[in-house]
């Protein structure tokens, strides 16, 4: 099983990024796909997910109206659309796969927010 992030790096306060998280070795389409996120000195948290049932979408309230996640089931990709983004989005960011208790993680993606 692997999911390989890709997409974060430094971008100035207001511009976009977008984050990729490519799945392999698990039915991708059968599993909840979310992105967490964890600063410096902070508990990892939650910052959106897409279920597999329907494609509904969730996302913490200080992303909502700035952050989109997306799946492509044909390419097992799920994805982060950042826009409008703040110092306080600075963080490394994580995909994670999660079907009932079975749960896998990605290596982390860096995006800092940053003049």
């Known amino acids: 099983v692997q999911l390989v992030e890709s997409g974060g790096g430094l971008v100035p306060p207001g511009g976009s990024l977008r984050l990729s998280c490519a799945a392999s070795?698990?039915?991708?389409?059968?599993?909840?796909m979310s992105w967490y996120r964890q600063a410096p000195g902070k508990e990892r948290e939650l910052v959106a997910v897409v279920y597999n049932t329907g494609g509904s979408t969730d996302y913490v309230d200080s992303v909502k109206g700035r952050f989109t996640i997306s799946r492509d089931n044909a390419k097992s990709t799920v994805y982060l659309q950042m826009n409008s983004l703040k110092p306080e989005d600075t963080a490394v960011y994580y995909c994670?796969?999660?079907?009932?208790?079975?749960?896998?993680w990605g290596q982390g993606t860096q995006v800092t927010v940053s003049s």
């Open positions: 994670r796969a999660r079907r009932g208790v079975i749960g896998y």
């Open positions: 070795g698990f039915t991708f389409s059968t599993y909840a």
